[in-house]
């Protein structure tokens, strides 16, 4: 969980989850836990490691060039509650965890996961692990490292990350000896498994394209800026984070919040005497940390595909938890208010 919320924390990518999750879940069948232990494993790490991001650029970089301030400050802030959130995450999957591996009925998604641990049963006991599939997982290991580095130093978008993984499972397969026939059922069979999620991010999307079409996303954002307006002054930025977090089910992308909220909440917060930095935490927190309560999220949606766990499942496993790190963020934004965090 470490390594995966610092790589969404400095480079902001929580749709790796994607990538990560086939590898994470049969390990955690395995090792005696569950489904929802895998999935909570990755979402919790990627999204709340983005959510609570140090360096990320697609909040706290654009929000900080539309607030005109110094690039990535008030970094020691962030680190504090990044790492707070981190082991709130890890208590909340551990002690989960652990309570599965004691008594694997007790697990969210039982009738999953026993269908599940019955398949890999069956593999295990046909096939043996050849030298192909060890050097298959080397090189695995170093195209990840690879794709990693390019993302970093290329600043790669979402079809050329795609087009990267692509590259990689195909090499994988033609080491390990599939033949061309076989690469396309696996793809096909992948395919049939993820057009679900497929079709509610698009369907998700089009409520966020009606609404910018009729031009009634400005209409919205207006009045929820003047009700955060009339808010009295220690609540001002609290009012901030819960506006973000519910329009977060309208605007899913981060950035793309920030281009819209951030030009109307900066120069209300200066009217009420609210530092700049405090009004970039609130949208960059708010909008994270719904993005795996709404199905309007597309990693969300496909993670929760790949994991087998439903959409009400995972709610009632991750709300409390969700309720404690809005908790936290709240609390986190009372103590930025009363000290006027700056840009430094």
């Not at 395995?30 to 909040?59: E, H, R």
């Not at 599940?116 to 046909?126: F, K």
């Amino acid at each position: 969980m470490g390594i995966f919320s610092l790589i969404a924390a400095f480079i902001g990518t929580p749709e790796l989850g994607i990538a990560y999750l086939p590898i994470v879940l049969p390990l955690m069948l395995k090792l005696g836990y569950d489904t929802m232990t895998a999935t909570g494993l990755v979402l919790c790490a990627t999204t709340l490691g983005f959510a609570f991001g140090i360096t990320q650029p697609a909040t706290v970089g654009i929000g900080h060039m539309l607030a005109d301030l110094p690039m990535f400050s008030g970094a020691w802030y962030r680190a504090i509650f990044y790492f707070l959130i981190q082991c709130m995450c890890a208590w909340y999957i551990m002690r989960y965890a652990a309570r599965v591996k004691a008594d694997p009925a007790s697990g969210s998604n039982f009738e999953v996961d026993q269908e599940l641990r019955q398949m890999l049963t069956a593999d295990s006991s046909e096939e043996s692990f050849t030298s192909r599939q060890r050097f298959a997982g080397i090189a695995t290991l170093i195209m990840f490292v690879g794709v990693i580095a390019s993302i970093l130093k290329f600043a790669l978008g979402f079809d050329e990350i795609s087009g990267l993984f692509v590259v990689m499972a195909v090499i994988t397969s033609l080491l390990v000896g599939f033949s061309p026939n076989k690469i396309c059922a696996n793809f096909n069979e992948s395919f049939r498994e993820i057009l679900v999620g497929a079709m509610i991010c698009g369907i998700a999307r089009g409520v966020s394209v009606i609404l910018e079409s009729g031009n009634i996303m400005d209409t919205i954002v207006f009045h929820l800026a003047e009700w955060v307006g009339h808010l009295p002054q220690a609540f001002t930025a609290v009012g901030m984070l819960f506006v973000q977090t519910m329009f977060n089910f309208l605007v899913p992308s981060g950035s793309g919040q920030s281009l819209i909220t951030l030009p109307i909440l900066i120069p209300l917060a200066d009217l009420v005497g609210l530092t700049r930095q405090v009004v970039v935490l609130s949208t960059h927190w708010g909008d994270g940390i719904t993005n795996i309560l709404f199905p309007t999220t597309g990693y969300f949606v496909a993670i929760l595909v790949i994991g087998r766990v439903s959409l009400a499942k995972w709610i009632k496993f991750y709300f409390p938890l969700f309720l404690g790190i809005l908790a936290t963020a709240t609390i986190g934004l009372v103590i930025a208010q009363m000290i006027e965090l700056g840009p430094f």
